[in-house]
Every structure is written in C-alpha cells, then in structure tokens.
C-alpha cells in the first residue's frame, strides 16, 4: 500500500526546507524594501539638503552683489572726489588761458584732466544696467556739443566783425606766428579759406578783402603783406629801411 504523502518524510523535509526559504525570502523581501525605503528618505533629505543651500546660495549672492554695488559706489565716489575738481580746473583754463603765456603747462594740464577722467573714473561708473553710463554719454555730449555750437557762433560773429574792420586794422589783430602758418596751409589769414597763393596776380583775399601781397617800399619787390622785411633787400616793412640798419 503507498504511503500518504502527509507522512511521507521526504515530503516533509522538502516542504520545511522549502518553508524555511520562504521565510528567507520574505526576510530579504523586508529587507530590501528596508533599503529602498531608506533610500528615498535620503533623496528626500538630500533634495530638501539641497533646496536649503540653493535658498542660502541665493541669498548669499544677493548680499554679495549688494556689497559689491556699494564697493563700486564707494571707489567711484572716491575717484569723482579726484577727478571732479581736475576737470573743473581744466575747464577754467581751457576757456581762460588756453591762449596765455603758459598754454603748454595749461594745455598739458587739461590732457592729464581728460586722462585721468576717461581712465580713471569712467570705466567705474555704475552700470545698473548701463543707464548710467548712457546718461553720462548723453550728457557729455550735450555738454559738448552746446559749446562747439557756442564756440562755433562766435567764432563766425568775430570773423563777420573783423572783415568790417579796415585791412591795416585786421592785420594788427592778426599774430604774425598764426599769419605765417595760416599761409603756409595755402589760406587767408584773415578768414581762413583756400586762396591760391602761388598765383602772381592775386594780392588780396578774394573772400574777406585783405591783403595778401604788397610791394617793398625800398626795392618794389612782390612780397607777402605779413612779412617784417622784404625777402630781397631786408628792408623792414615799418620802418622801411634795411634790416642792418634797425
């Protein structure tokens, strides 16, 4: 007669052996859904770890752009402190002595003004998304352009006046330094337009009216009328005798 299977201990080992790995299996099931639990607990922790330094960085950036925007404006400050009142002599010089006895030293001075502001201010100038400087170019060039105009308008009332002047009065108001570089440029000394000088025929500007070229007193030689002795015997053009005897 066979045996039951319940009672057969072949059986019975198989199914405790076969018990005891599923109860293995169940104890690394829990295991590892031990770890994976544990696991997203820390990507959960490393997430919000994170997100609370992105918050820090953020707010630590926003400081540090704060106190940077107040170390440019300081240093700017400091620099407008320096350069402001070069400029401002540079200003007073430029519209006063320019023309003096010592216009290299004043002119000297305004190119170091003009260096020191362009080199050593402008480039500190606060962005704040570049308005700034735009407001600054814009009016720099207002500023300037106001006086060019200005300058301009003067300049032309004082060439209108001194061409109603009489010619012997026109040429004293005239440097004798800026009439021989006036014409050495081929233009009138006295309204600075082209005149062809190299034509014998022409003694006087054609545009204002002022002499060009007249006759020595002492030989009748052709000469320029700015000249203070004839170029073929010395005579002075004042005094009228020789330069040897001046």
């Not at 407008?80 to 290299?104: C, D, E, I, N, S």
């Not at 502001?117 to 704040?128: A, H, R, T």
């Not at 300037?144 to 002047?165: C, D, F, H, T």
Request: proline fraction near 4%.
């Amino acid at each position: 007669m066979t045996q039951r299977a319940e009672h057969d201990p072949e059986v019975l080992a198989r199914t405790k052996v076969l018990d005891g790995l599923k109860q293995a299996e169940q104890r690394t099931q829990q295991a590892v859904e031990a770890q994976q639990q544990a696991l997203l607990d820390a990507r959960q922790a490393a997430t919000a770890a994170q997100r609370q330094l992105s918050g820090m960085e953020s707010s630590a950036y926003e400081k540090l752009g704060a106190e940077r925007r107040k170390v440019e404006l300081r240093v700017f400050l400091y620099r407008l402190a320096l350069t402001l009142p070069l400029l401002a002599v540079a200003g007073w010089l430029f519209v006063k002595q320019r023309k003096g006895t010592y216009w290299p030293f004043v002119w000297g001075f305004i190119f170091f003004a003009l260096f020191a502001f362009f080199v050593e201010l402008v480039p500190y100038l606060p962005s704040y998304g570049g308005y700034v400087r735009y407001v600054v170019g814009i009016a720099i060039t207002v500023l300037v352009g106001r006086y060019a105009i200005l300058a301009l308008n003067r300049y032309l009332e004082r060439q209108k006046q001194a061409e109603s002047l009489p010619d012997q009065e026109r040429r004293k108001e005239l440097s004798y330094d800026v009439a021989l570089a006036r014409l050495a440029k081929n233009v009138c000394p006295g309204c600075e337009r082209p005149v062809d000088l190299k034509n014998d025929k022409i003694d006087f500007c054609p545009h204002c009216g002022i002499g060009l070229f007249d006759r020595c007193g002492h030989c009748s030689t052709r000469k320029s009328a700015f000249a203070r002795f004839c170029h073929a015997c010395g005579t002075g053009a004042q005094s009228g005798r020789p330069a040897t005897e001046v």
